[in-house]
Each structure stands twice: as structure tokens, then as C-alpha cells.
């Protein structure tokens, strides 16, 4: 056996550095809010530098806030084997989602400089601005502007519930990097996460072999009706934004198990104005989330969700502001990136299975212009987005094991 195929990573280390990282931007329960720019999303971004800087990486920050840590290889003109995530968080956020990708990235190479191993092309690690989508909506935003998805100003113009631009917030924090995202190339990209999901649990599986994400659109509505006083109005009189609203959403939930078993469609975000008990709401914000594996039966969803709107809006008589704001369709992940992780997994002896991410990754978007696959972990009840989220540390180690081992096959490769 080779010098670097006995390599194998520091599980306690990287479970000690997952820990550290959860003590910035704590969450009330257990987990982390570290929503994407805030104060808290610096300090995250802060430590990951300096650990890097620990075992002289060379960091890149593009004009989207993405950070890249580099360790060079033998031959530095080849593209670098990248693999990373995301640290920001969702409001009620777990310790692991995204945080463990981007500090198992930093485990590999931790091992390699412990090691002295030098592979043929460099490899880094990245850290995406934005992926969870929560503050500044849609999700992946940053690694979407990587792969030529979106345009920077858009990015850049994308508010905040409170007004704040995405563009303001990234110089606030003082992230906004000179280089022009999506300039430096990526020669293949491993993204490792927690499931989020109860498959591999469930079949008692140590490892997904990713091959491919669920494709997703985002909406926001607005629907006008009228303030009026809750006792002196008679029913009849009534342009009540939230009956109607509460119609609509019990459709979306409908909607999603009348294309059972793949399709899922969630409400998630909502604000009711005046949000006075006893006003009669006027106007009504919120989100629909609708995802499903196949690309035609997304398609269906999408246009019989706008026909059930118009026609709940139609008898409500209210004035509805219904625009989609992310159209995400389904991808696949390249063959050998995916044989490299399942070559690891097969020669490290964990049990593993071909798995669809539930989730949206970055990766789902970087796919699109650079070899791509991902390497999942179980967690506990298939929990995520959640502060009860917790994964094992000896899942959290073998995911990082194979991740270290696809990420030599590939830099280490022939003419690689
Ligand atoms: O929405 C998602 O799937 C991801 O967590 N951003
Ligand atoms: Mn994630
Ligand atoms: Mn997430």
C-alpha cells in the first residue's frame, strides 16, 4: 500500500474544530445562527483564515466574499482539486450544515501538511458566500454568480428583510475580495455534508455516494386585500389577506402529495401586516419552496401551482403579487468524481450507497463548470435546520477519509 493511501485523517481534531466553530454565533438551543454577512458570519469566516493560515495556505477572497485557501502542488499550473462548503447558517441552525464540509476540506489538508505530502496538481479549500439563502434570498447565490448563474449586480442588489444589500453587507463585514468571482478555475470540486435527510440512517449506510440534486423553484407572493376593524366589519365585507393566503397554502401542501413520492413543497417564511389582533390583515408576504428530482414533474408542479393561485386569488378578489425568484432545475454529478469517492469508500470498507441530495449544495450549482460530486454523512433522525441537528463523529471521520482519499485520486492523477 502507498505512502498516502495509509493516510488517514484526525476524526477528533476535525470534530474538535466543528465545535469551535459552533461557539461563534450560538443558537438559544444547542445550535448556530449565523446567518450569511451578519457580524457573526465574519467572526466564522475570521477563524477559518487563521486556521488556515495555520498551515500556510495562500487565501483568495473573489468579489462575492468566497474564500479560497490554496495548498500548491508539484505542478502549479494544473487546476486544484477543490473541495469546501458553506458557514453560514440558517436562523435556527445545526453545528454541521455546511460547517462540516468546509473543516473537513481544511482536515484534508491539515493531514497533508502533517504529512509533508505534496500532490501533483494543488488543491484548496473553498468556503461559498451565502449558500443557506435565508437573509438574501435565493440559496447558493455566490457559487450560482461562480458558475455563471446569476450576475454580479443582481448579487450584489439582493435586499434584506430589514433593506440591506447583499453588495453593502459584504464590504460591512469587509469581505468583498478584489478578485473577480469566478476568474480562478476549479479543476474538480467535492463538497462532504450531512445527509439532512433519514435515508442513510435508515439503511445503516456510512456513506452517500452522491450522484446528482433535487431541482427547486422559489416564489415570493404578496396579496393585497384591505385593513379594516375586526368587530364592526361583517363578513361579508371582509378582504381578508390571510384567509386567502391560508387557502394557498394549504394547496401548496396539497400540491406536494399529488406528485407523491418525490415532490416536496414548504411555506416557510411569512409576515402578515398590520399583524394587529384585531385588524383584519391587508396584506400578507410569504415564500413557497416546491423541489422534486425529475425535471418535467417540477415543471407540472410550477404551472399547476401558478393556475391554483390565480384561481383562489380570482374568488378572494385579492390583488396578488406572485413572482418566482429562483428556477433550480435537477443535475447530475460528474461519473468520475463520483467513482472517486465510491473507489474510496469501497477501499476504506464503508458501507456505502448512491444517493440524490434532498438539499440544495453548492455544488449543485458549481456542477455546472467543473467536475463535481458529494460526499454525505448520516445524521441523527435525518434531522437538519434545526439546532437539535447532530451527526457521529466516527460518520463525520469517514465521510473526511473519503473525502481525502477522492481528492488524491484526482490530484494525484496521470496528466491530472
Ligand atoms: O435550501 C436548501 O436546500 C439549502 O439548505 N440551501
Ligand atoms: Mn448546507
Ligand atoms: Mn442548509
Not at 38 to 55: A, H, K, N, P, V
Not at 259 to 270: D, I, K, L, N
Not at 310 to 339: M, N, Q, S, T
Request: charged share 20%.
Amino acid at each position: 500500500m502507498s505512502e498516502t493511501e495509509q493516510l488517514r485523517i484526525d476524526g477528533q481534531r476535525l470534530w474538535d474544530s466543528i465545535m469551535a466553530m459552533g461557539e461563534i454565533g450560538p443558537g438559544q438551543q444547542g445550535g448556530s445562527c449565523r446567518l450569511a454577512l451578519t457580524d457573526e458570519d465574519r467572526d466564522g469566516r475570521d477563524l477559518f483564515i487563521r486556521w488556515c493560515e495555520e498551515i500556510g495556505c495562500r487565501i483568495s477572497i473573489d468579489d462575492m466574499g468566497n474564500i479560497f485557501a490554496r495548498r500548491d502542488g508539484r505542478d502549479n499550473e494544473l487546476s486544484p482539486i477543490v473541495a469546501g462548503s458553506h458557514l453560514d447558517t440558517q436562523p435556527h441552525g445545526g453545528k454541521f450544515d455546511g460547517i462540516y464540509g468546509v473543516l473537513a476540506a481544511l482536515e484534508v489538508l491539515r493531514t497533508l501538511h502533517d504529512n509533508d505530502v505534496v500532490t501533483k496538481a494543488p488543491v484548496e479549500v473553498v468556503m461559498w458566500t451565502n449558500e443557506e439563502g435565508s437573509r438574501f434570498a435565493p440559496a447558493m447565490i455566490a457559487s450560482g454568480v461562480y458558475a455563471g448563474l446569476f450576475e454580479k449586480d443582481y448579487a450584489w442588489s439582493i435586499t434584506d428583510s430589514e433593506g440591506n444589500s447583499l453588495g453593502d453587507e459584504l464590504k460591512r463585514i469587509g469581505y468583498m475580495g478584489e478578485m473577480p468571482c469566478g476568474q480562478n478555475p476549479i479543476g474538480a470540486l467535492f463538497e462532504a455534508h450531512i445527509e439532512q435527510g433519514p435515508i442513510l440512517e435508515a439503511a445503516n449506510h456510512q456513506i452517500g455516494v452522491v450522484t446528482g440534486g433535487q431541482g427547486q423553484h422559489w416564489y415570493d407572493v404578496r396579496l393585497k386585500g384591505q385593513d379594516s376593524h375586526a368587530g364592526s366589519t361583517p363578513m361579508s365585507c371582509r378582504r381578508d389577506a390571510l384567509v386567502a393566503a391560508a387557502e394557498i397554502i394549504t394547496m401548496v401542501q396539497t400540491l406536494a402529495l399529488k406528485f407523491a413520492p418525490h415532490a416536496v413543497s414548504t411555506v416557510g417564511e411569512m409576515s402578515v401586516l398590520p399583524n394587529s389582533r384585531n385588524t383584519i390583515p391587508g396584506e400578507v408576504f410569504f415564500s413557497i419552496d416546491i423541489r422534486n428530482p425529475y425535471a418535467e414533474v417540477l415543471a407540472k408542479m410550477a404551472a399547476q401551482l401558478a393556475t391554483s393561485i390565480a384561481a383562489i386569488v380570482e374568488r378572494h378578489g385579492d390583488e396578488c403579487e406572485f413572482k418566482e425568484i429562483w428556477d433550480k432545475p435537477p443535475v447530475h454529478f460528474d461519473l468520475d468524481c463520483i467513482a472517486a469517492v465510491e473507489h474510496a469508500a469501497v477501499r476504506l470498507g464503508y458501507s456505502h450507497q448512491h444517493i440524490v441530495s434532498g438539499a440544495g449544495h453548492d455544488a449543485c450549482q458549481v456542477c455546472l463548470v467543473a467536475p463535481t460530486s458529494m460526499i454525505f454523512v448520516p445524521c441523527a433522525g435525518g434531522l437538519s435546520h434545526n439546532e437539535q441537528e447532530s451527526a457521529e463523529p466516527e460518520d463525520l471521520e469517514a465521510g473526511c477519509n473519503v473525502l481525502l482519499h477522492a481528492m488524491l485520486a484526482l490530484a494525484n492523477k496521470n496528466g491530472a
